[in-house]
C-alpha cells in the first residue's frame, strides 16, 4: 500500500474527550498494491518476516506490515501504511488495521522502503506523521541503491523531533546501525541488501529463502537417517 491521505495535524491534535463512534468503520485496504517493484517487495517481505520469526515466542511484540494505521479518532480517512512496524507491550493477535486509539499506543518501531515515488514522502510528510504518532526509531531503506544515501537512515525520537542514529561501514563496505527498541543491528550488505542481526547472540534473522532452505536441509537429514535405519535392520 502506498497512498494515504496525509493531513496538517501537527498543530491541532486531537481533542481528549472526543467519544470513540463505534459505528464508523475503518477500511483494511486502500486498494493500492503492496509494492512497485521486487527490490521494494523483497525488502518488504524479507523484514517483515524476520521480525516476526525472531520475535514469535514474545507474547507482548507485534510484528506487521503494509497495514493501514488509523491515527486521528473517528478519522477513516486519515491513515498511513507503514512497510513494517513492530510495537512493543501489546497483545500478539491477528489484526486488519491498527487502530492507535483502541490499540492504546502507536507501533514503537517503523521502517519504509524506498521505492520511485514514496522516497520522498518518506522522508518528508511521514516523518512527520510517525513524530507526531509517537514512533520511537523510523528507519529508511532504499533496496535500489537509487534514491539517497546512504541506504540506510535511522532517527530516534527526542522530545518529539527525530534525531539522527550513527552508522558504521566496516572494511567490506557494509553499513550498520543498532535500534534499541529491537535490541538489534541492522546491517546494509552489498547488493543493497537490508539484514537484521543479534548484536550478543551474533545470530543473523533469517528470511524467508533462508528459513525454506533450512527445512528442507533438516528434512533431506531426515530422510539421509530413516534411510540408514532401514539398511542397518534389514541387515539384521
Do not use: C
Amino acid at each position: 500500500m502506498t497512498a494515504e491521505r496525509v493531513p496538517s495535524f501537527a498543530k491541532h491534535p486531537p481533542d481528549e474527550d472526543v467519544v470513540d463512534d463505534l459505528s464508523i468503520e475503518y477500511p483494511s485496504s486502500d486498494g493500492e498494491p503492496m509494492a512497485e517493484d521486487d527490490a521494494q517487495l523483497t525488502a518488504m517481505i524479507d523484514g517483515i518476516s524476520s521480525l516476526r520469526v525472531w520475535f514469535d515466542s514474545r507474547e507482548d511484540v507485534y510484528t506487521g506490515g503494509d497495514m493501514l494505521i488509523y491515527f486521528r479518532i473517528n478519522d477513516n480517512e486519515t491513515r498511513v501504511a507503514p512497510d513494517v512496524f513492530v510495537v512493543l507491550g501489546t497483545e500478539k493477535h491477528k489484526r486488519s488495521s491498527w487502530i492507535v486509539w483502541r490499540e492504546g499506543k502507536a507501533p514503537d518501531f517503523v521502517m519504509e522502503m524506498a521505492s520511485g515515488s514514496t522516497w520522498r514522502r518518506d522522508m518528508r510528510e511521514k516523518r512527520d506523521i510517525y513524530a507526531e504518532m509517537g514512533v520511537t526509531e523510523y528507519w529508511r531503506f532504499d533496496p535500489s541503491g537509487e534514491y539517497f544515501a546512504p541506504h540506510l537512515i535511522g532517527e530516534h525520537l527526542t522530545e518529539g523531533e527525530y534525531q539522527g542514529l550513527a552508522l558504521e561501514e566496516d572494511e567490506q563496505g557494509s553499513m550498520r546501525g543498532h535500534s534499541a527498541v529491537l535490541g538489534l543491528d541492522l546491517y546494509v550488505l552489498p547488493g543493497p541488501e537490508l539484514r537484521f542481526r543479534d548484536p550478543v547472540s551474533g545470530e543473523w534473522l533469517r528470511t524467508p529463502h533462508e528459513e525454506a532452505t533450512a527445512r528442507r536441509e533438516v528434512e533431506e537429514e531426515n530422510r539421509r537417517l530413516r534411510e540408514q535405519l532401514r539398511e542397518l535392520q534389514s541387515r539384521q
